[in-house]
T-cell receptor, first 114, second 115 residues
Framework: GAGVSQSPSNKVTEKGKDVELRCDPI?????LYWYRQSLGQGLEFLIY????????KSGLPSDRFSAERTGGSVSTLTIQRTQQEDSAVYLC????????????FGPGTRLTVT | AQSVTQLDSQVPVFEEAPVELRCNYS??????LFWYVQYPNQGLQLLLK??????LVKGINGFEAEFNKSQTSFHLRKPSVHISDTAEYFCAVSRIIQGAQKLVFGQGTRLTINP
């Protein structure tokens, strides 16, 4: 079956612009996670959604970052007023439930801020 | 707080040689441990996991890992590597916090297989 998909695969933007990154989880997976993978920082948890519950935003690095999940499925991560330090690969993962141990990762979106 | 340390950032080995990728974790409570692999330009794929039970865990592609509670380690091993094993490997520790699984990753180990 289809795995987690993310779009775009690559995004180059100018400093100060806003960007939106999209994640389509596996059908039926209620839990959705966003991570950031950058040089020197490794993989960092950003935000977590479970169904229609309020998200866990504890990993978001600043208030320029926000995310939403519509209808308990597709999620969009928005970065406002991008900075060069936002350059990274943004990974999305989903799991069957909030207590499921296996997370399935998408291929990621490589964001470059010039 | 939990943390994960992968002791080697890069490991070069020859094809068909054995390999061990080291991982140590710190946690004051029971943990669940994972190894993920990331092939070039791809997302992460679960290799194996330790939740409970036997300390020797077997995963996909011939990899295995041993959970050692006294040494707080979860090293990944393969007796004979192949060129296709070239990838980055991440060790992760998980806890259930407020009903949700949270993964904390190590910095990764880049495994390079030379012919």
């Amino acid at each position: 079956g289809a795995g987690v998909s993310q779009s775009p695969s690559n995004k180059v933007t100018e400093k100060g612009k806003d960007v939106e990154l999209r994640c389509d989880p596996i059908s039926g997976h209620t839990a959705l996670y966003w991570y950031r993978q950058s040089l020197g920082q490794g993989l960092e948890f950003l935000i977590y959604f479970q169904g229609n519950s309020a998200p866990d935003k504890s990993g978001l690095p600043s208030d320029r970052f926000s995310a939403e999940r519509t209808g308990g499925s597709v999620s969009t991560l928005t970065i406002q007023r991008t900075q060069q330090e936002d350059s990274a690969v943004y990974l999305c993962a989903s799991s069957l439930s909030r207590q499921a141990y296996e997370q399935y990762f998408g291929p990621g979106t490589r964001l470059t801020v010039t | 707080a939990q943390s994960v340390t992968q002791l080697d950032s890069q490991v070069p080995v020859f094809e068909e040689a054995p390999v061990e990728l080291r991982c140590n974790y710190s946690s004051s409570v029971s943990v669940y441990l994972f190894w993920y692999v990331q092939y070039p330009n791809q997302g992460l794929q679960l290799l194996l996991k330790y939740l409970s039970g036997s300390t020797l865990v077997k995963g996909i592609n011939g990899f295995e890992a041993e959970f050692n509670k006294s040494q707080t380690s979860f090293h990944l091993r393969k007796p004979s590597v192949h060129i296709s094993d070239t990838a980055e490997y991440f060790c992760a520790v998980s806890r259930i916090i407020q009903g949700a699984q949270k993964l904390v990753f190590g910095q990764g180990t880049r495994l390079t297989i030379n012919p």
